[in-house]
């Protein structure tokens, strides 16, 4: 008896066969990985490299400072400003001057050239938006944001799409702090429900649902 009576002809294929379906298998699984999960598809965790690394964790956890003391405009201004170098400088001029990233830095402010960020969180042009109408009524960056205090590298924490807007102005008392504490990340109150009733009608808050609040 020999092997070719053993097993059927077909069998002296199998391993090609099987490599052609493996091939095929992960072809799709990544072309899948690739659409549905790539940031332009689901923002969530968008988390581009930047020019300089600049830690979030570091200045405000551990140095302590205020966000508004590089994002001065948020509670002015729809738009919520990027620091120029002038206001790194305030410190670096001194501070860590021999790191290899300040000295990058210090080239930037030198040649008076803005530092080239990439932009992290993005609405599409038919959406306005407003940071100070939100800071103002006591909404934290954190609801929007997440913890920046926590992020080495700054990320996309929230879908920001419509829906998500909308849960939010629909029930505003799940979301709303006392105006002092909204750049305080790690704030909890013992009762969100109560505070946030309380401080919709101190506030006099009443976030639209219409169309033409956020497309105007
Ligand atoms: C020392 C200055 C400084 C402080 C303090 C600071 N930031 Fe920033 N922030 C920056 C710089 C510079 C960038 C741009 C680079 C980056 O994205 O990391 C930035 C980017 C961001 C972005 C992303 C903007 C985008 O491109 O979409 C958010 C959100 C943000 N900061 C929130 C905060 C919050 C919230 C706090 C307070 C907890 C804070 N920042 C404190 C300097 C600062
Ligand atoms: C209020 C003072 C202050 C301001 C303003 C400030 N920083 Fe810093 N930065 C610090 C301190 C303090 C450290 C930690 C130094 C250490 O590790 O000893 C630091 C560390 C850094 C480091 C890490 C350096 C290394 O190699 O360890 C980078 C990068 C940096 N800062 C970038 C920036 C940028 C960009 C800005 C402006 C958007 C900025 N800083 C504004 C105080 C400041
Ligand atoms: C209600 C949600 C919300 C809150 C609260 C909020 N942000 Fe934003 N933030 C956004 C959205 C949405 C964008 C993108 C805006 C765009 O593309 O037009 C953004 C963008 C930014 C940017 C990039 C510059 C810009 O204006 O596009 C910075 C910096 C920023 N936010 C910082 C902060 C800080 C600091 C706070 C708290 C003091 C805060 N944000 C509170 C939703 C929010
Ligand atoms: C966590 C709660 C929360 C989220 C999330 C939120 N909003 Fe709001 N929004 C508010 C509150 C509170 C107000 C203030 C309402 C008032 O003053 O009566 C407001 C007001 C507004 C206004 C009116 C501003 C003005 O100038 O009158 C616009 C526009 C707006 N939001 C757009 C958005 C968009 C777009 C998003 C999503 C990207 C969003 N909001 C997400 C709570 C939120
Ligand atoms: C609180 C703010 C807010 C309100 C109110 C709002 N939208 Fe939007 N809308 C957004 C945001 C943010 C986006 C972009 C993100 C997205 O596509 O989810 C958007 C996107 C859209 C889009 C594009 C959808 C797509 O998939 O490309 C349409 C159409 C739209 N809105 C219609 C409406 C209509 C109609 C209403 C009133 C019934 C309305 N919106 C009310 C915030 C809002």
């Not at 699984?29 to 689901?42: E, Q, R």
């Not at 080239?116 to 006591?138: C, Q, R, T």
């Not at 700054?154 to 505003?172: F, I, N, T």
Request: include cysteine; charge should be positive; hydrophobic fraction near 35%.
């Amino acid at each position: 008896m020999t092997s070719k009576q053993l097993f059927p002809k077909w069998f002296n294929y199998l391993p090609i066969i099987v490599l052609v379906g493996l091939t095929l298998i992960l072809g799709i699984t990544i072309h899948l990985f690739w659409f549905w999960f790539s940031p332009k598809h689901l923002e969530v965790g968008y988390q581009p490299k930047q020019p300089i690394p600049f830690s979030h964790e570091l200045h405000v956890n551990q140095v302590g400072m205020d966000c508004r003391y590089c994002h001065s405009n948020v509670e002015v201004s729809g738009h919520s400003n990027i620091p120029t170098t002038e206001t790194c400088m305030n410190c670096h001029k001194t501070i860590k001057v021999d790191s290899p990233a300040i000295k990058t830095l210090t080239e930037y402010h030198n040649q008076k050239k803005p530092i080239d960020w990439v932009k992290v969180h993005m609405l599409p042009d038919y959406v306005y938006f407003n940071h100070a109408a939100h800071v103002n009524s006591g909404v934290s960056c954190v609801q929007c944001h997440g913890n920046v205090n926590k992020m080495t590298t700054v990320y996309q924490a929230k879908p920001l799409s419509m829906g998500w807007c909308l849960e939010c102005h629909r029930e505003p008392e799940k979301y709303l702090w006392p105006k002092e504490q909204v750049t305080n990340l790690d704030f909890r109150p013992d009762n969100q429900l109560k505070l946030g009733l309380q401080l919709k009608e101190t506030y006099n808050v009443n976030p639209g649902e219409a169309c033409s609040v956020c497309h105007r």
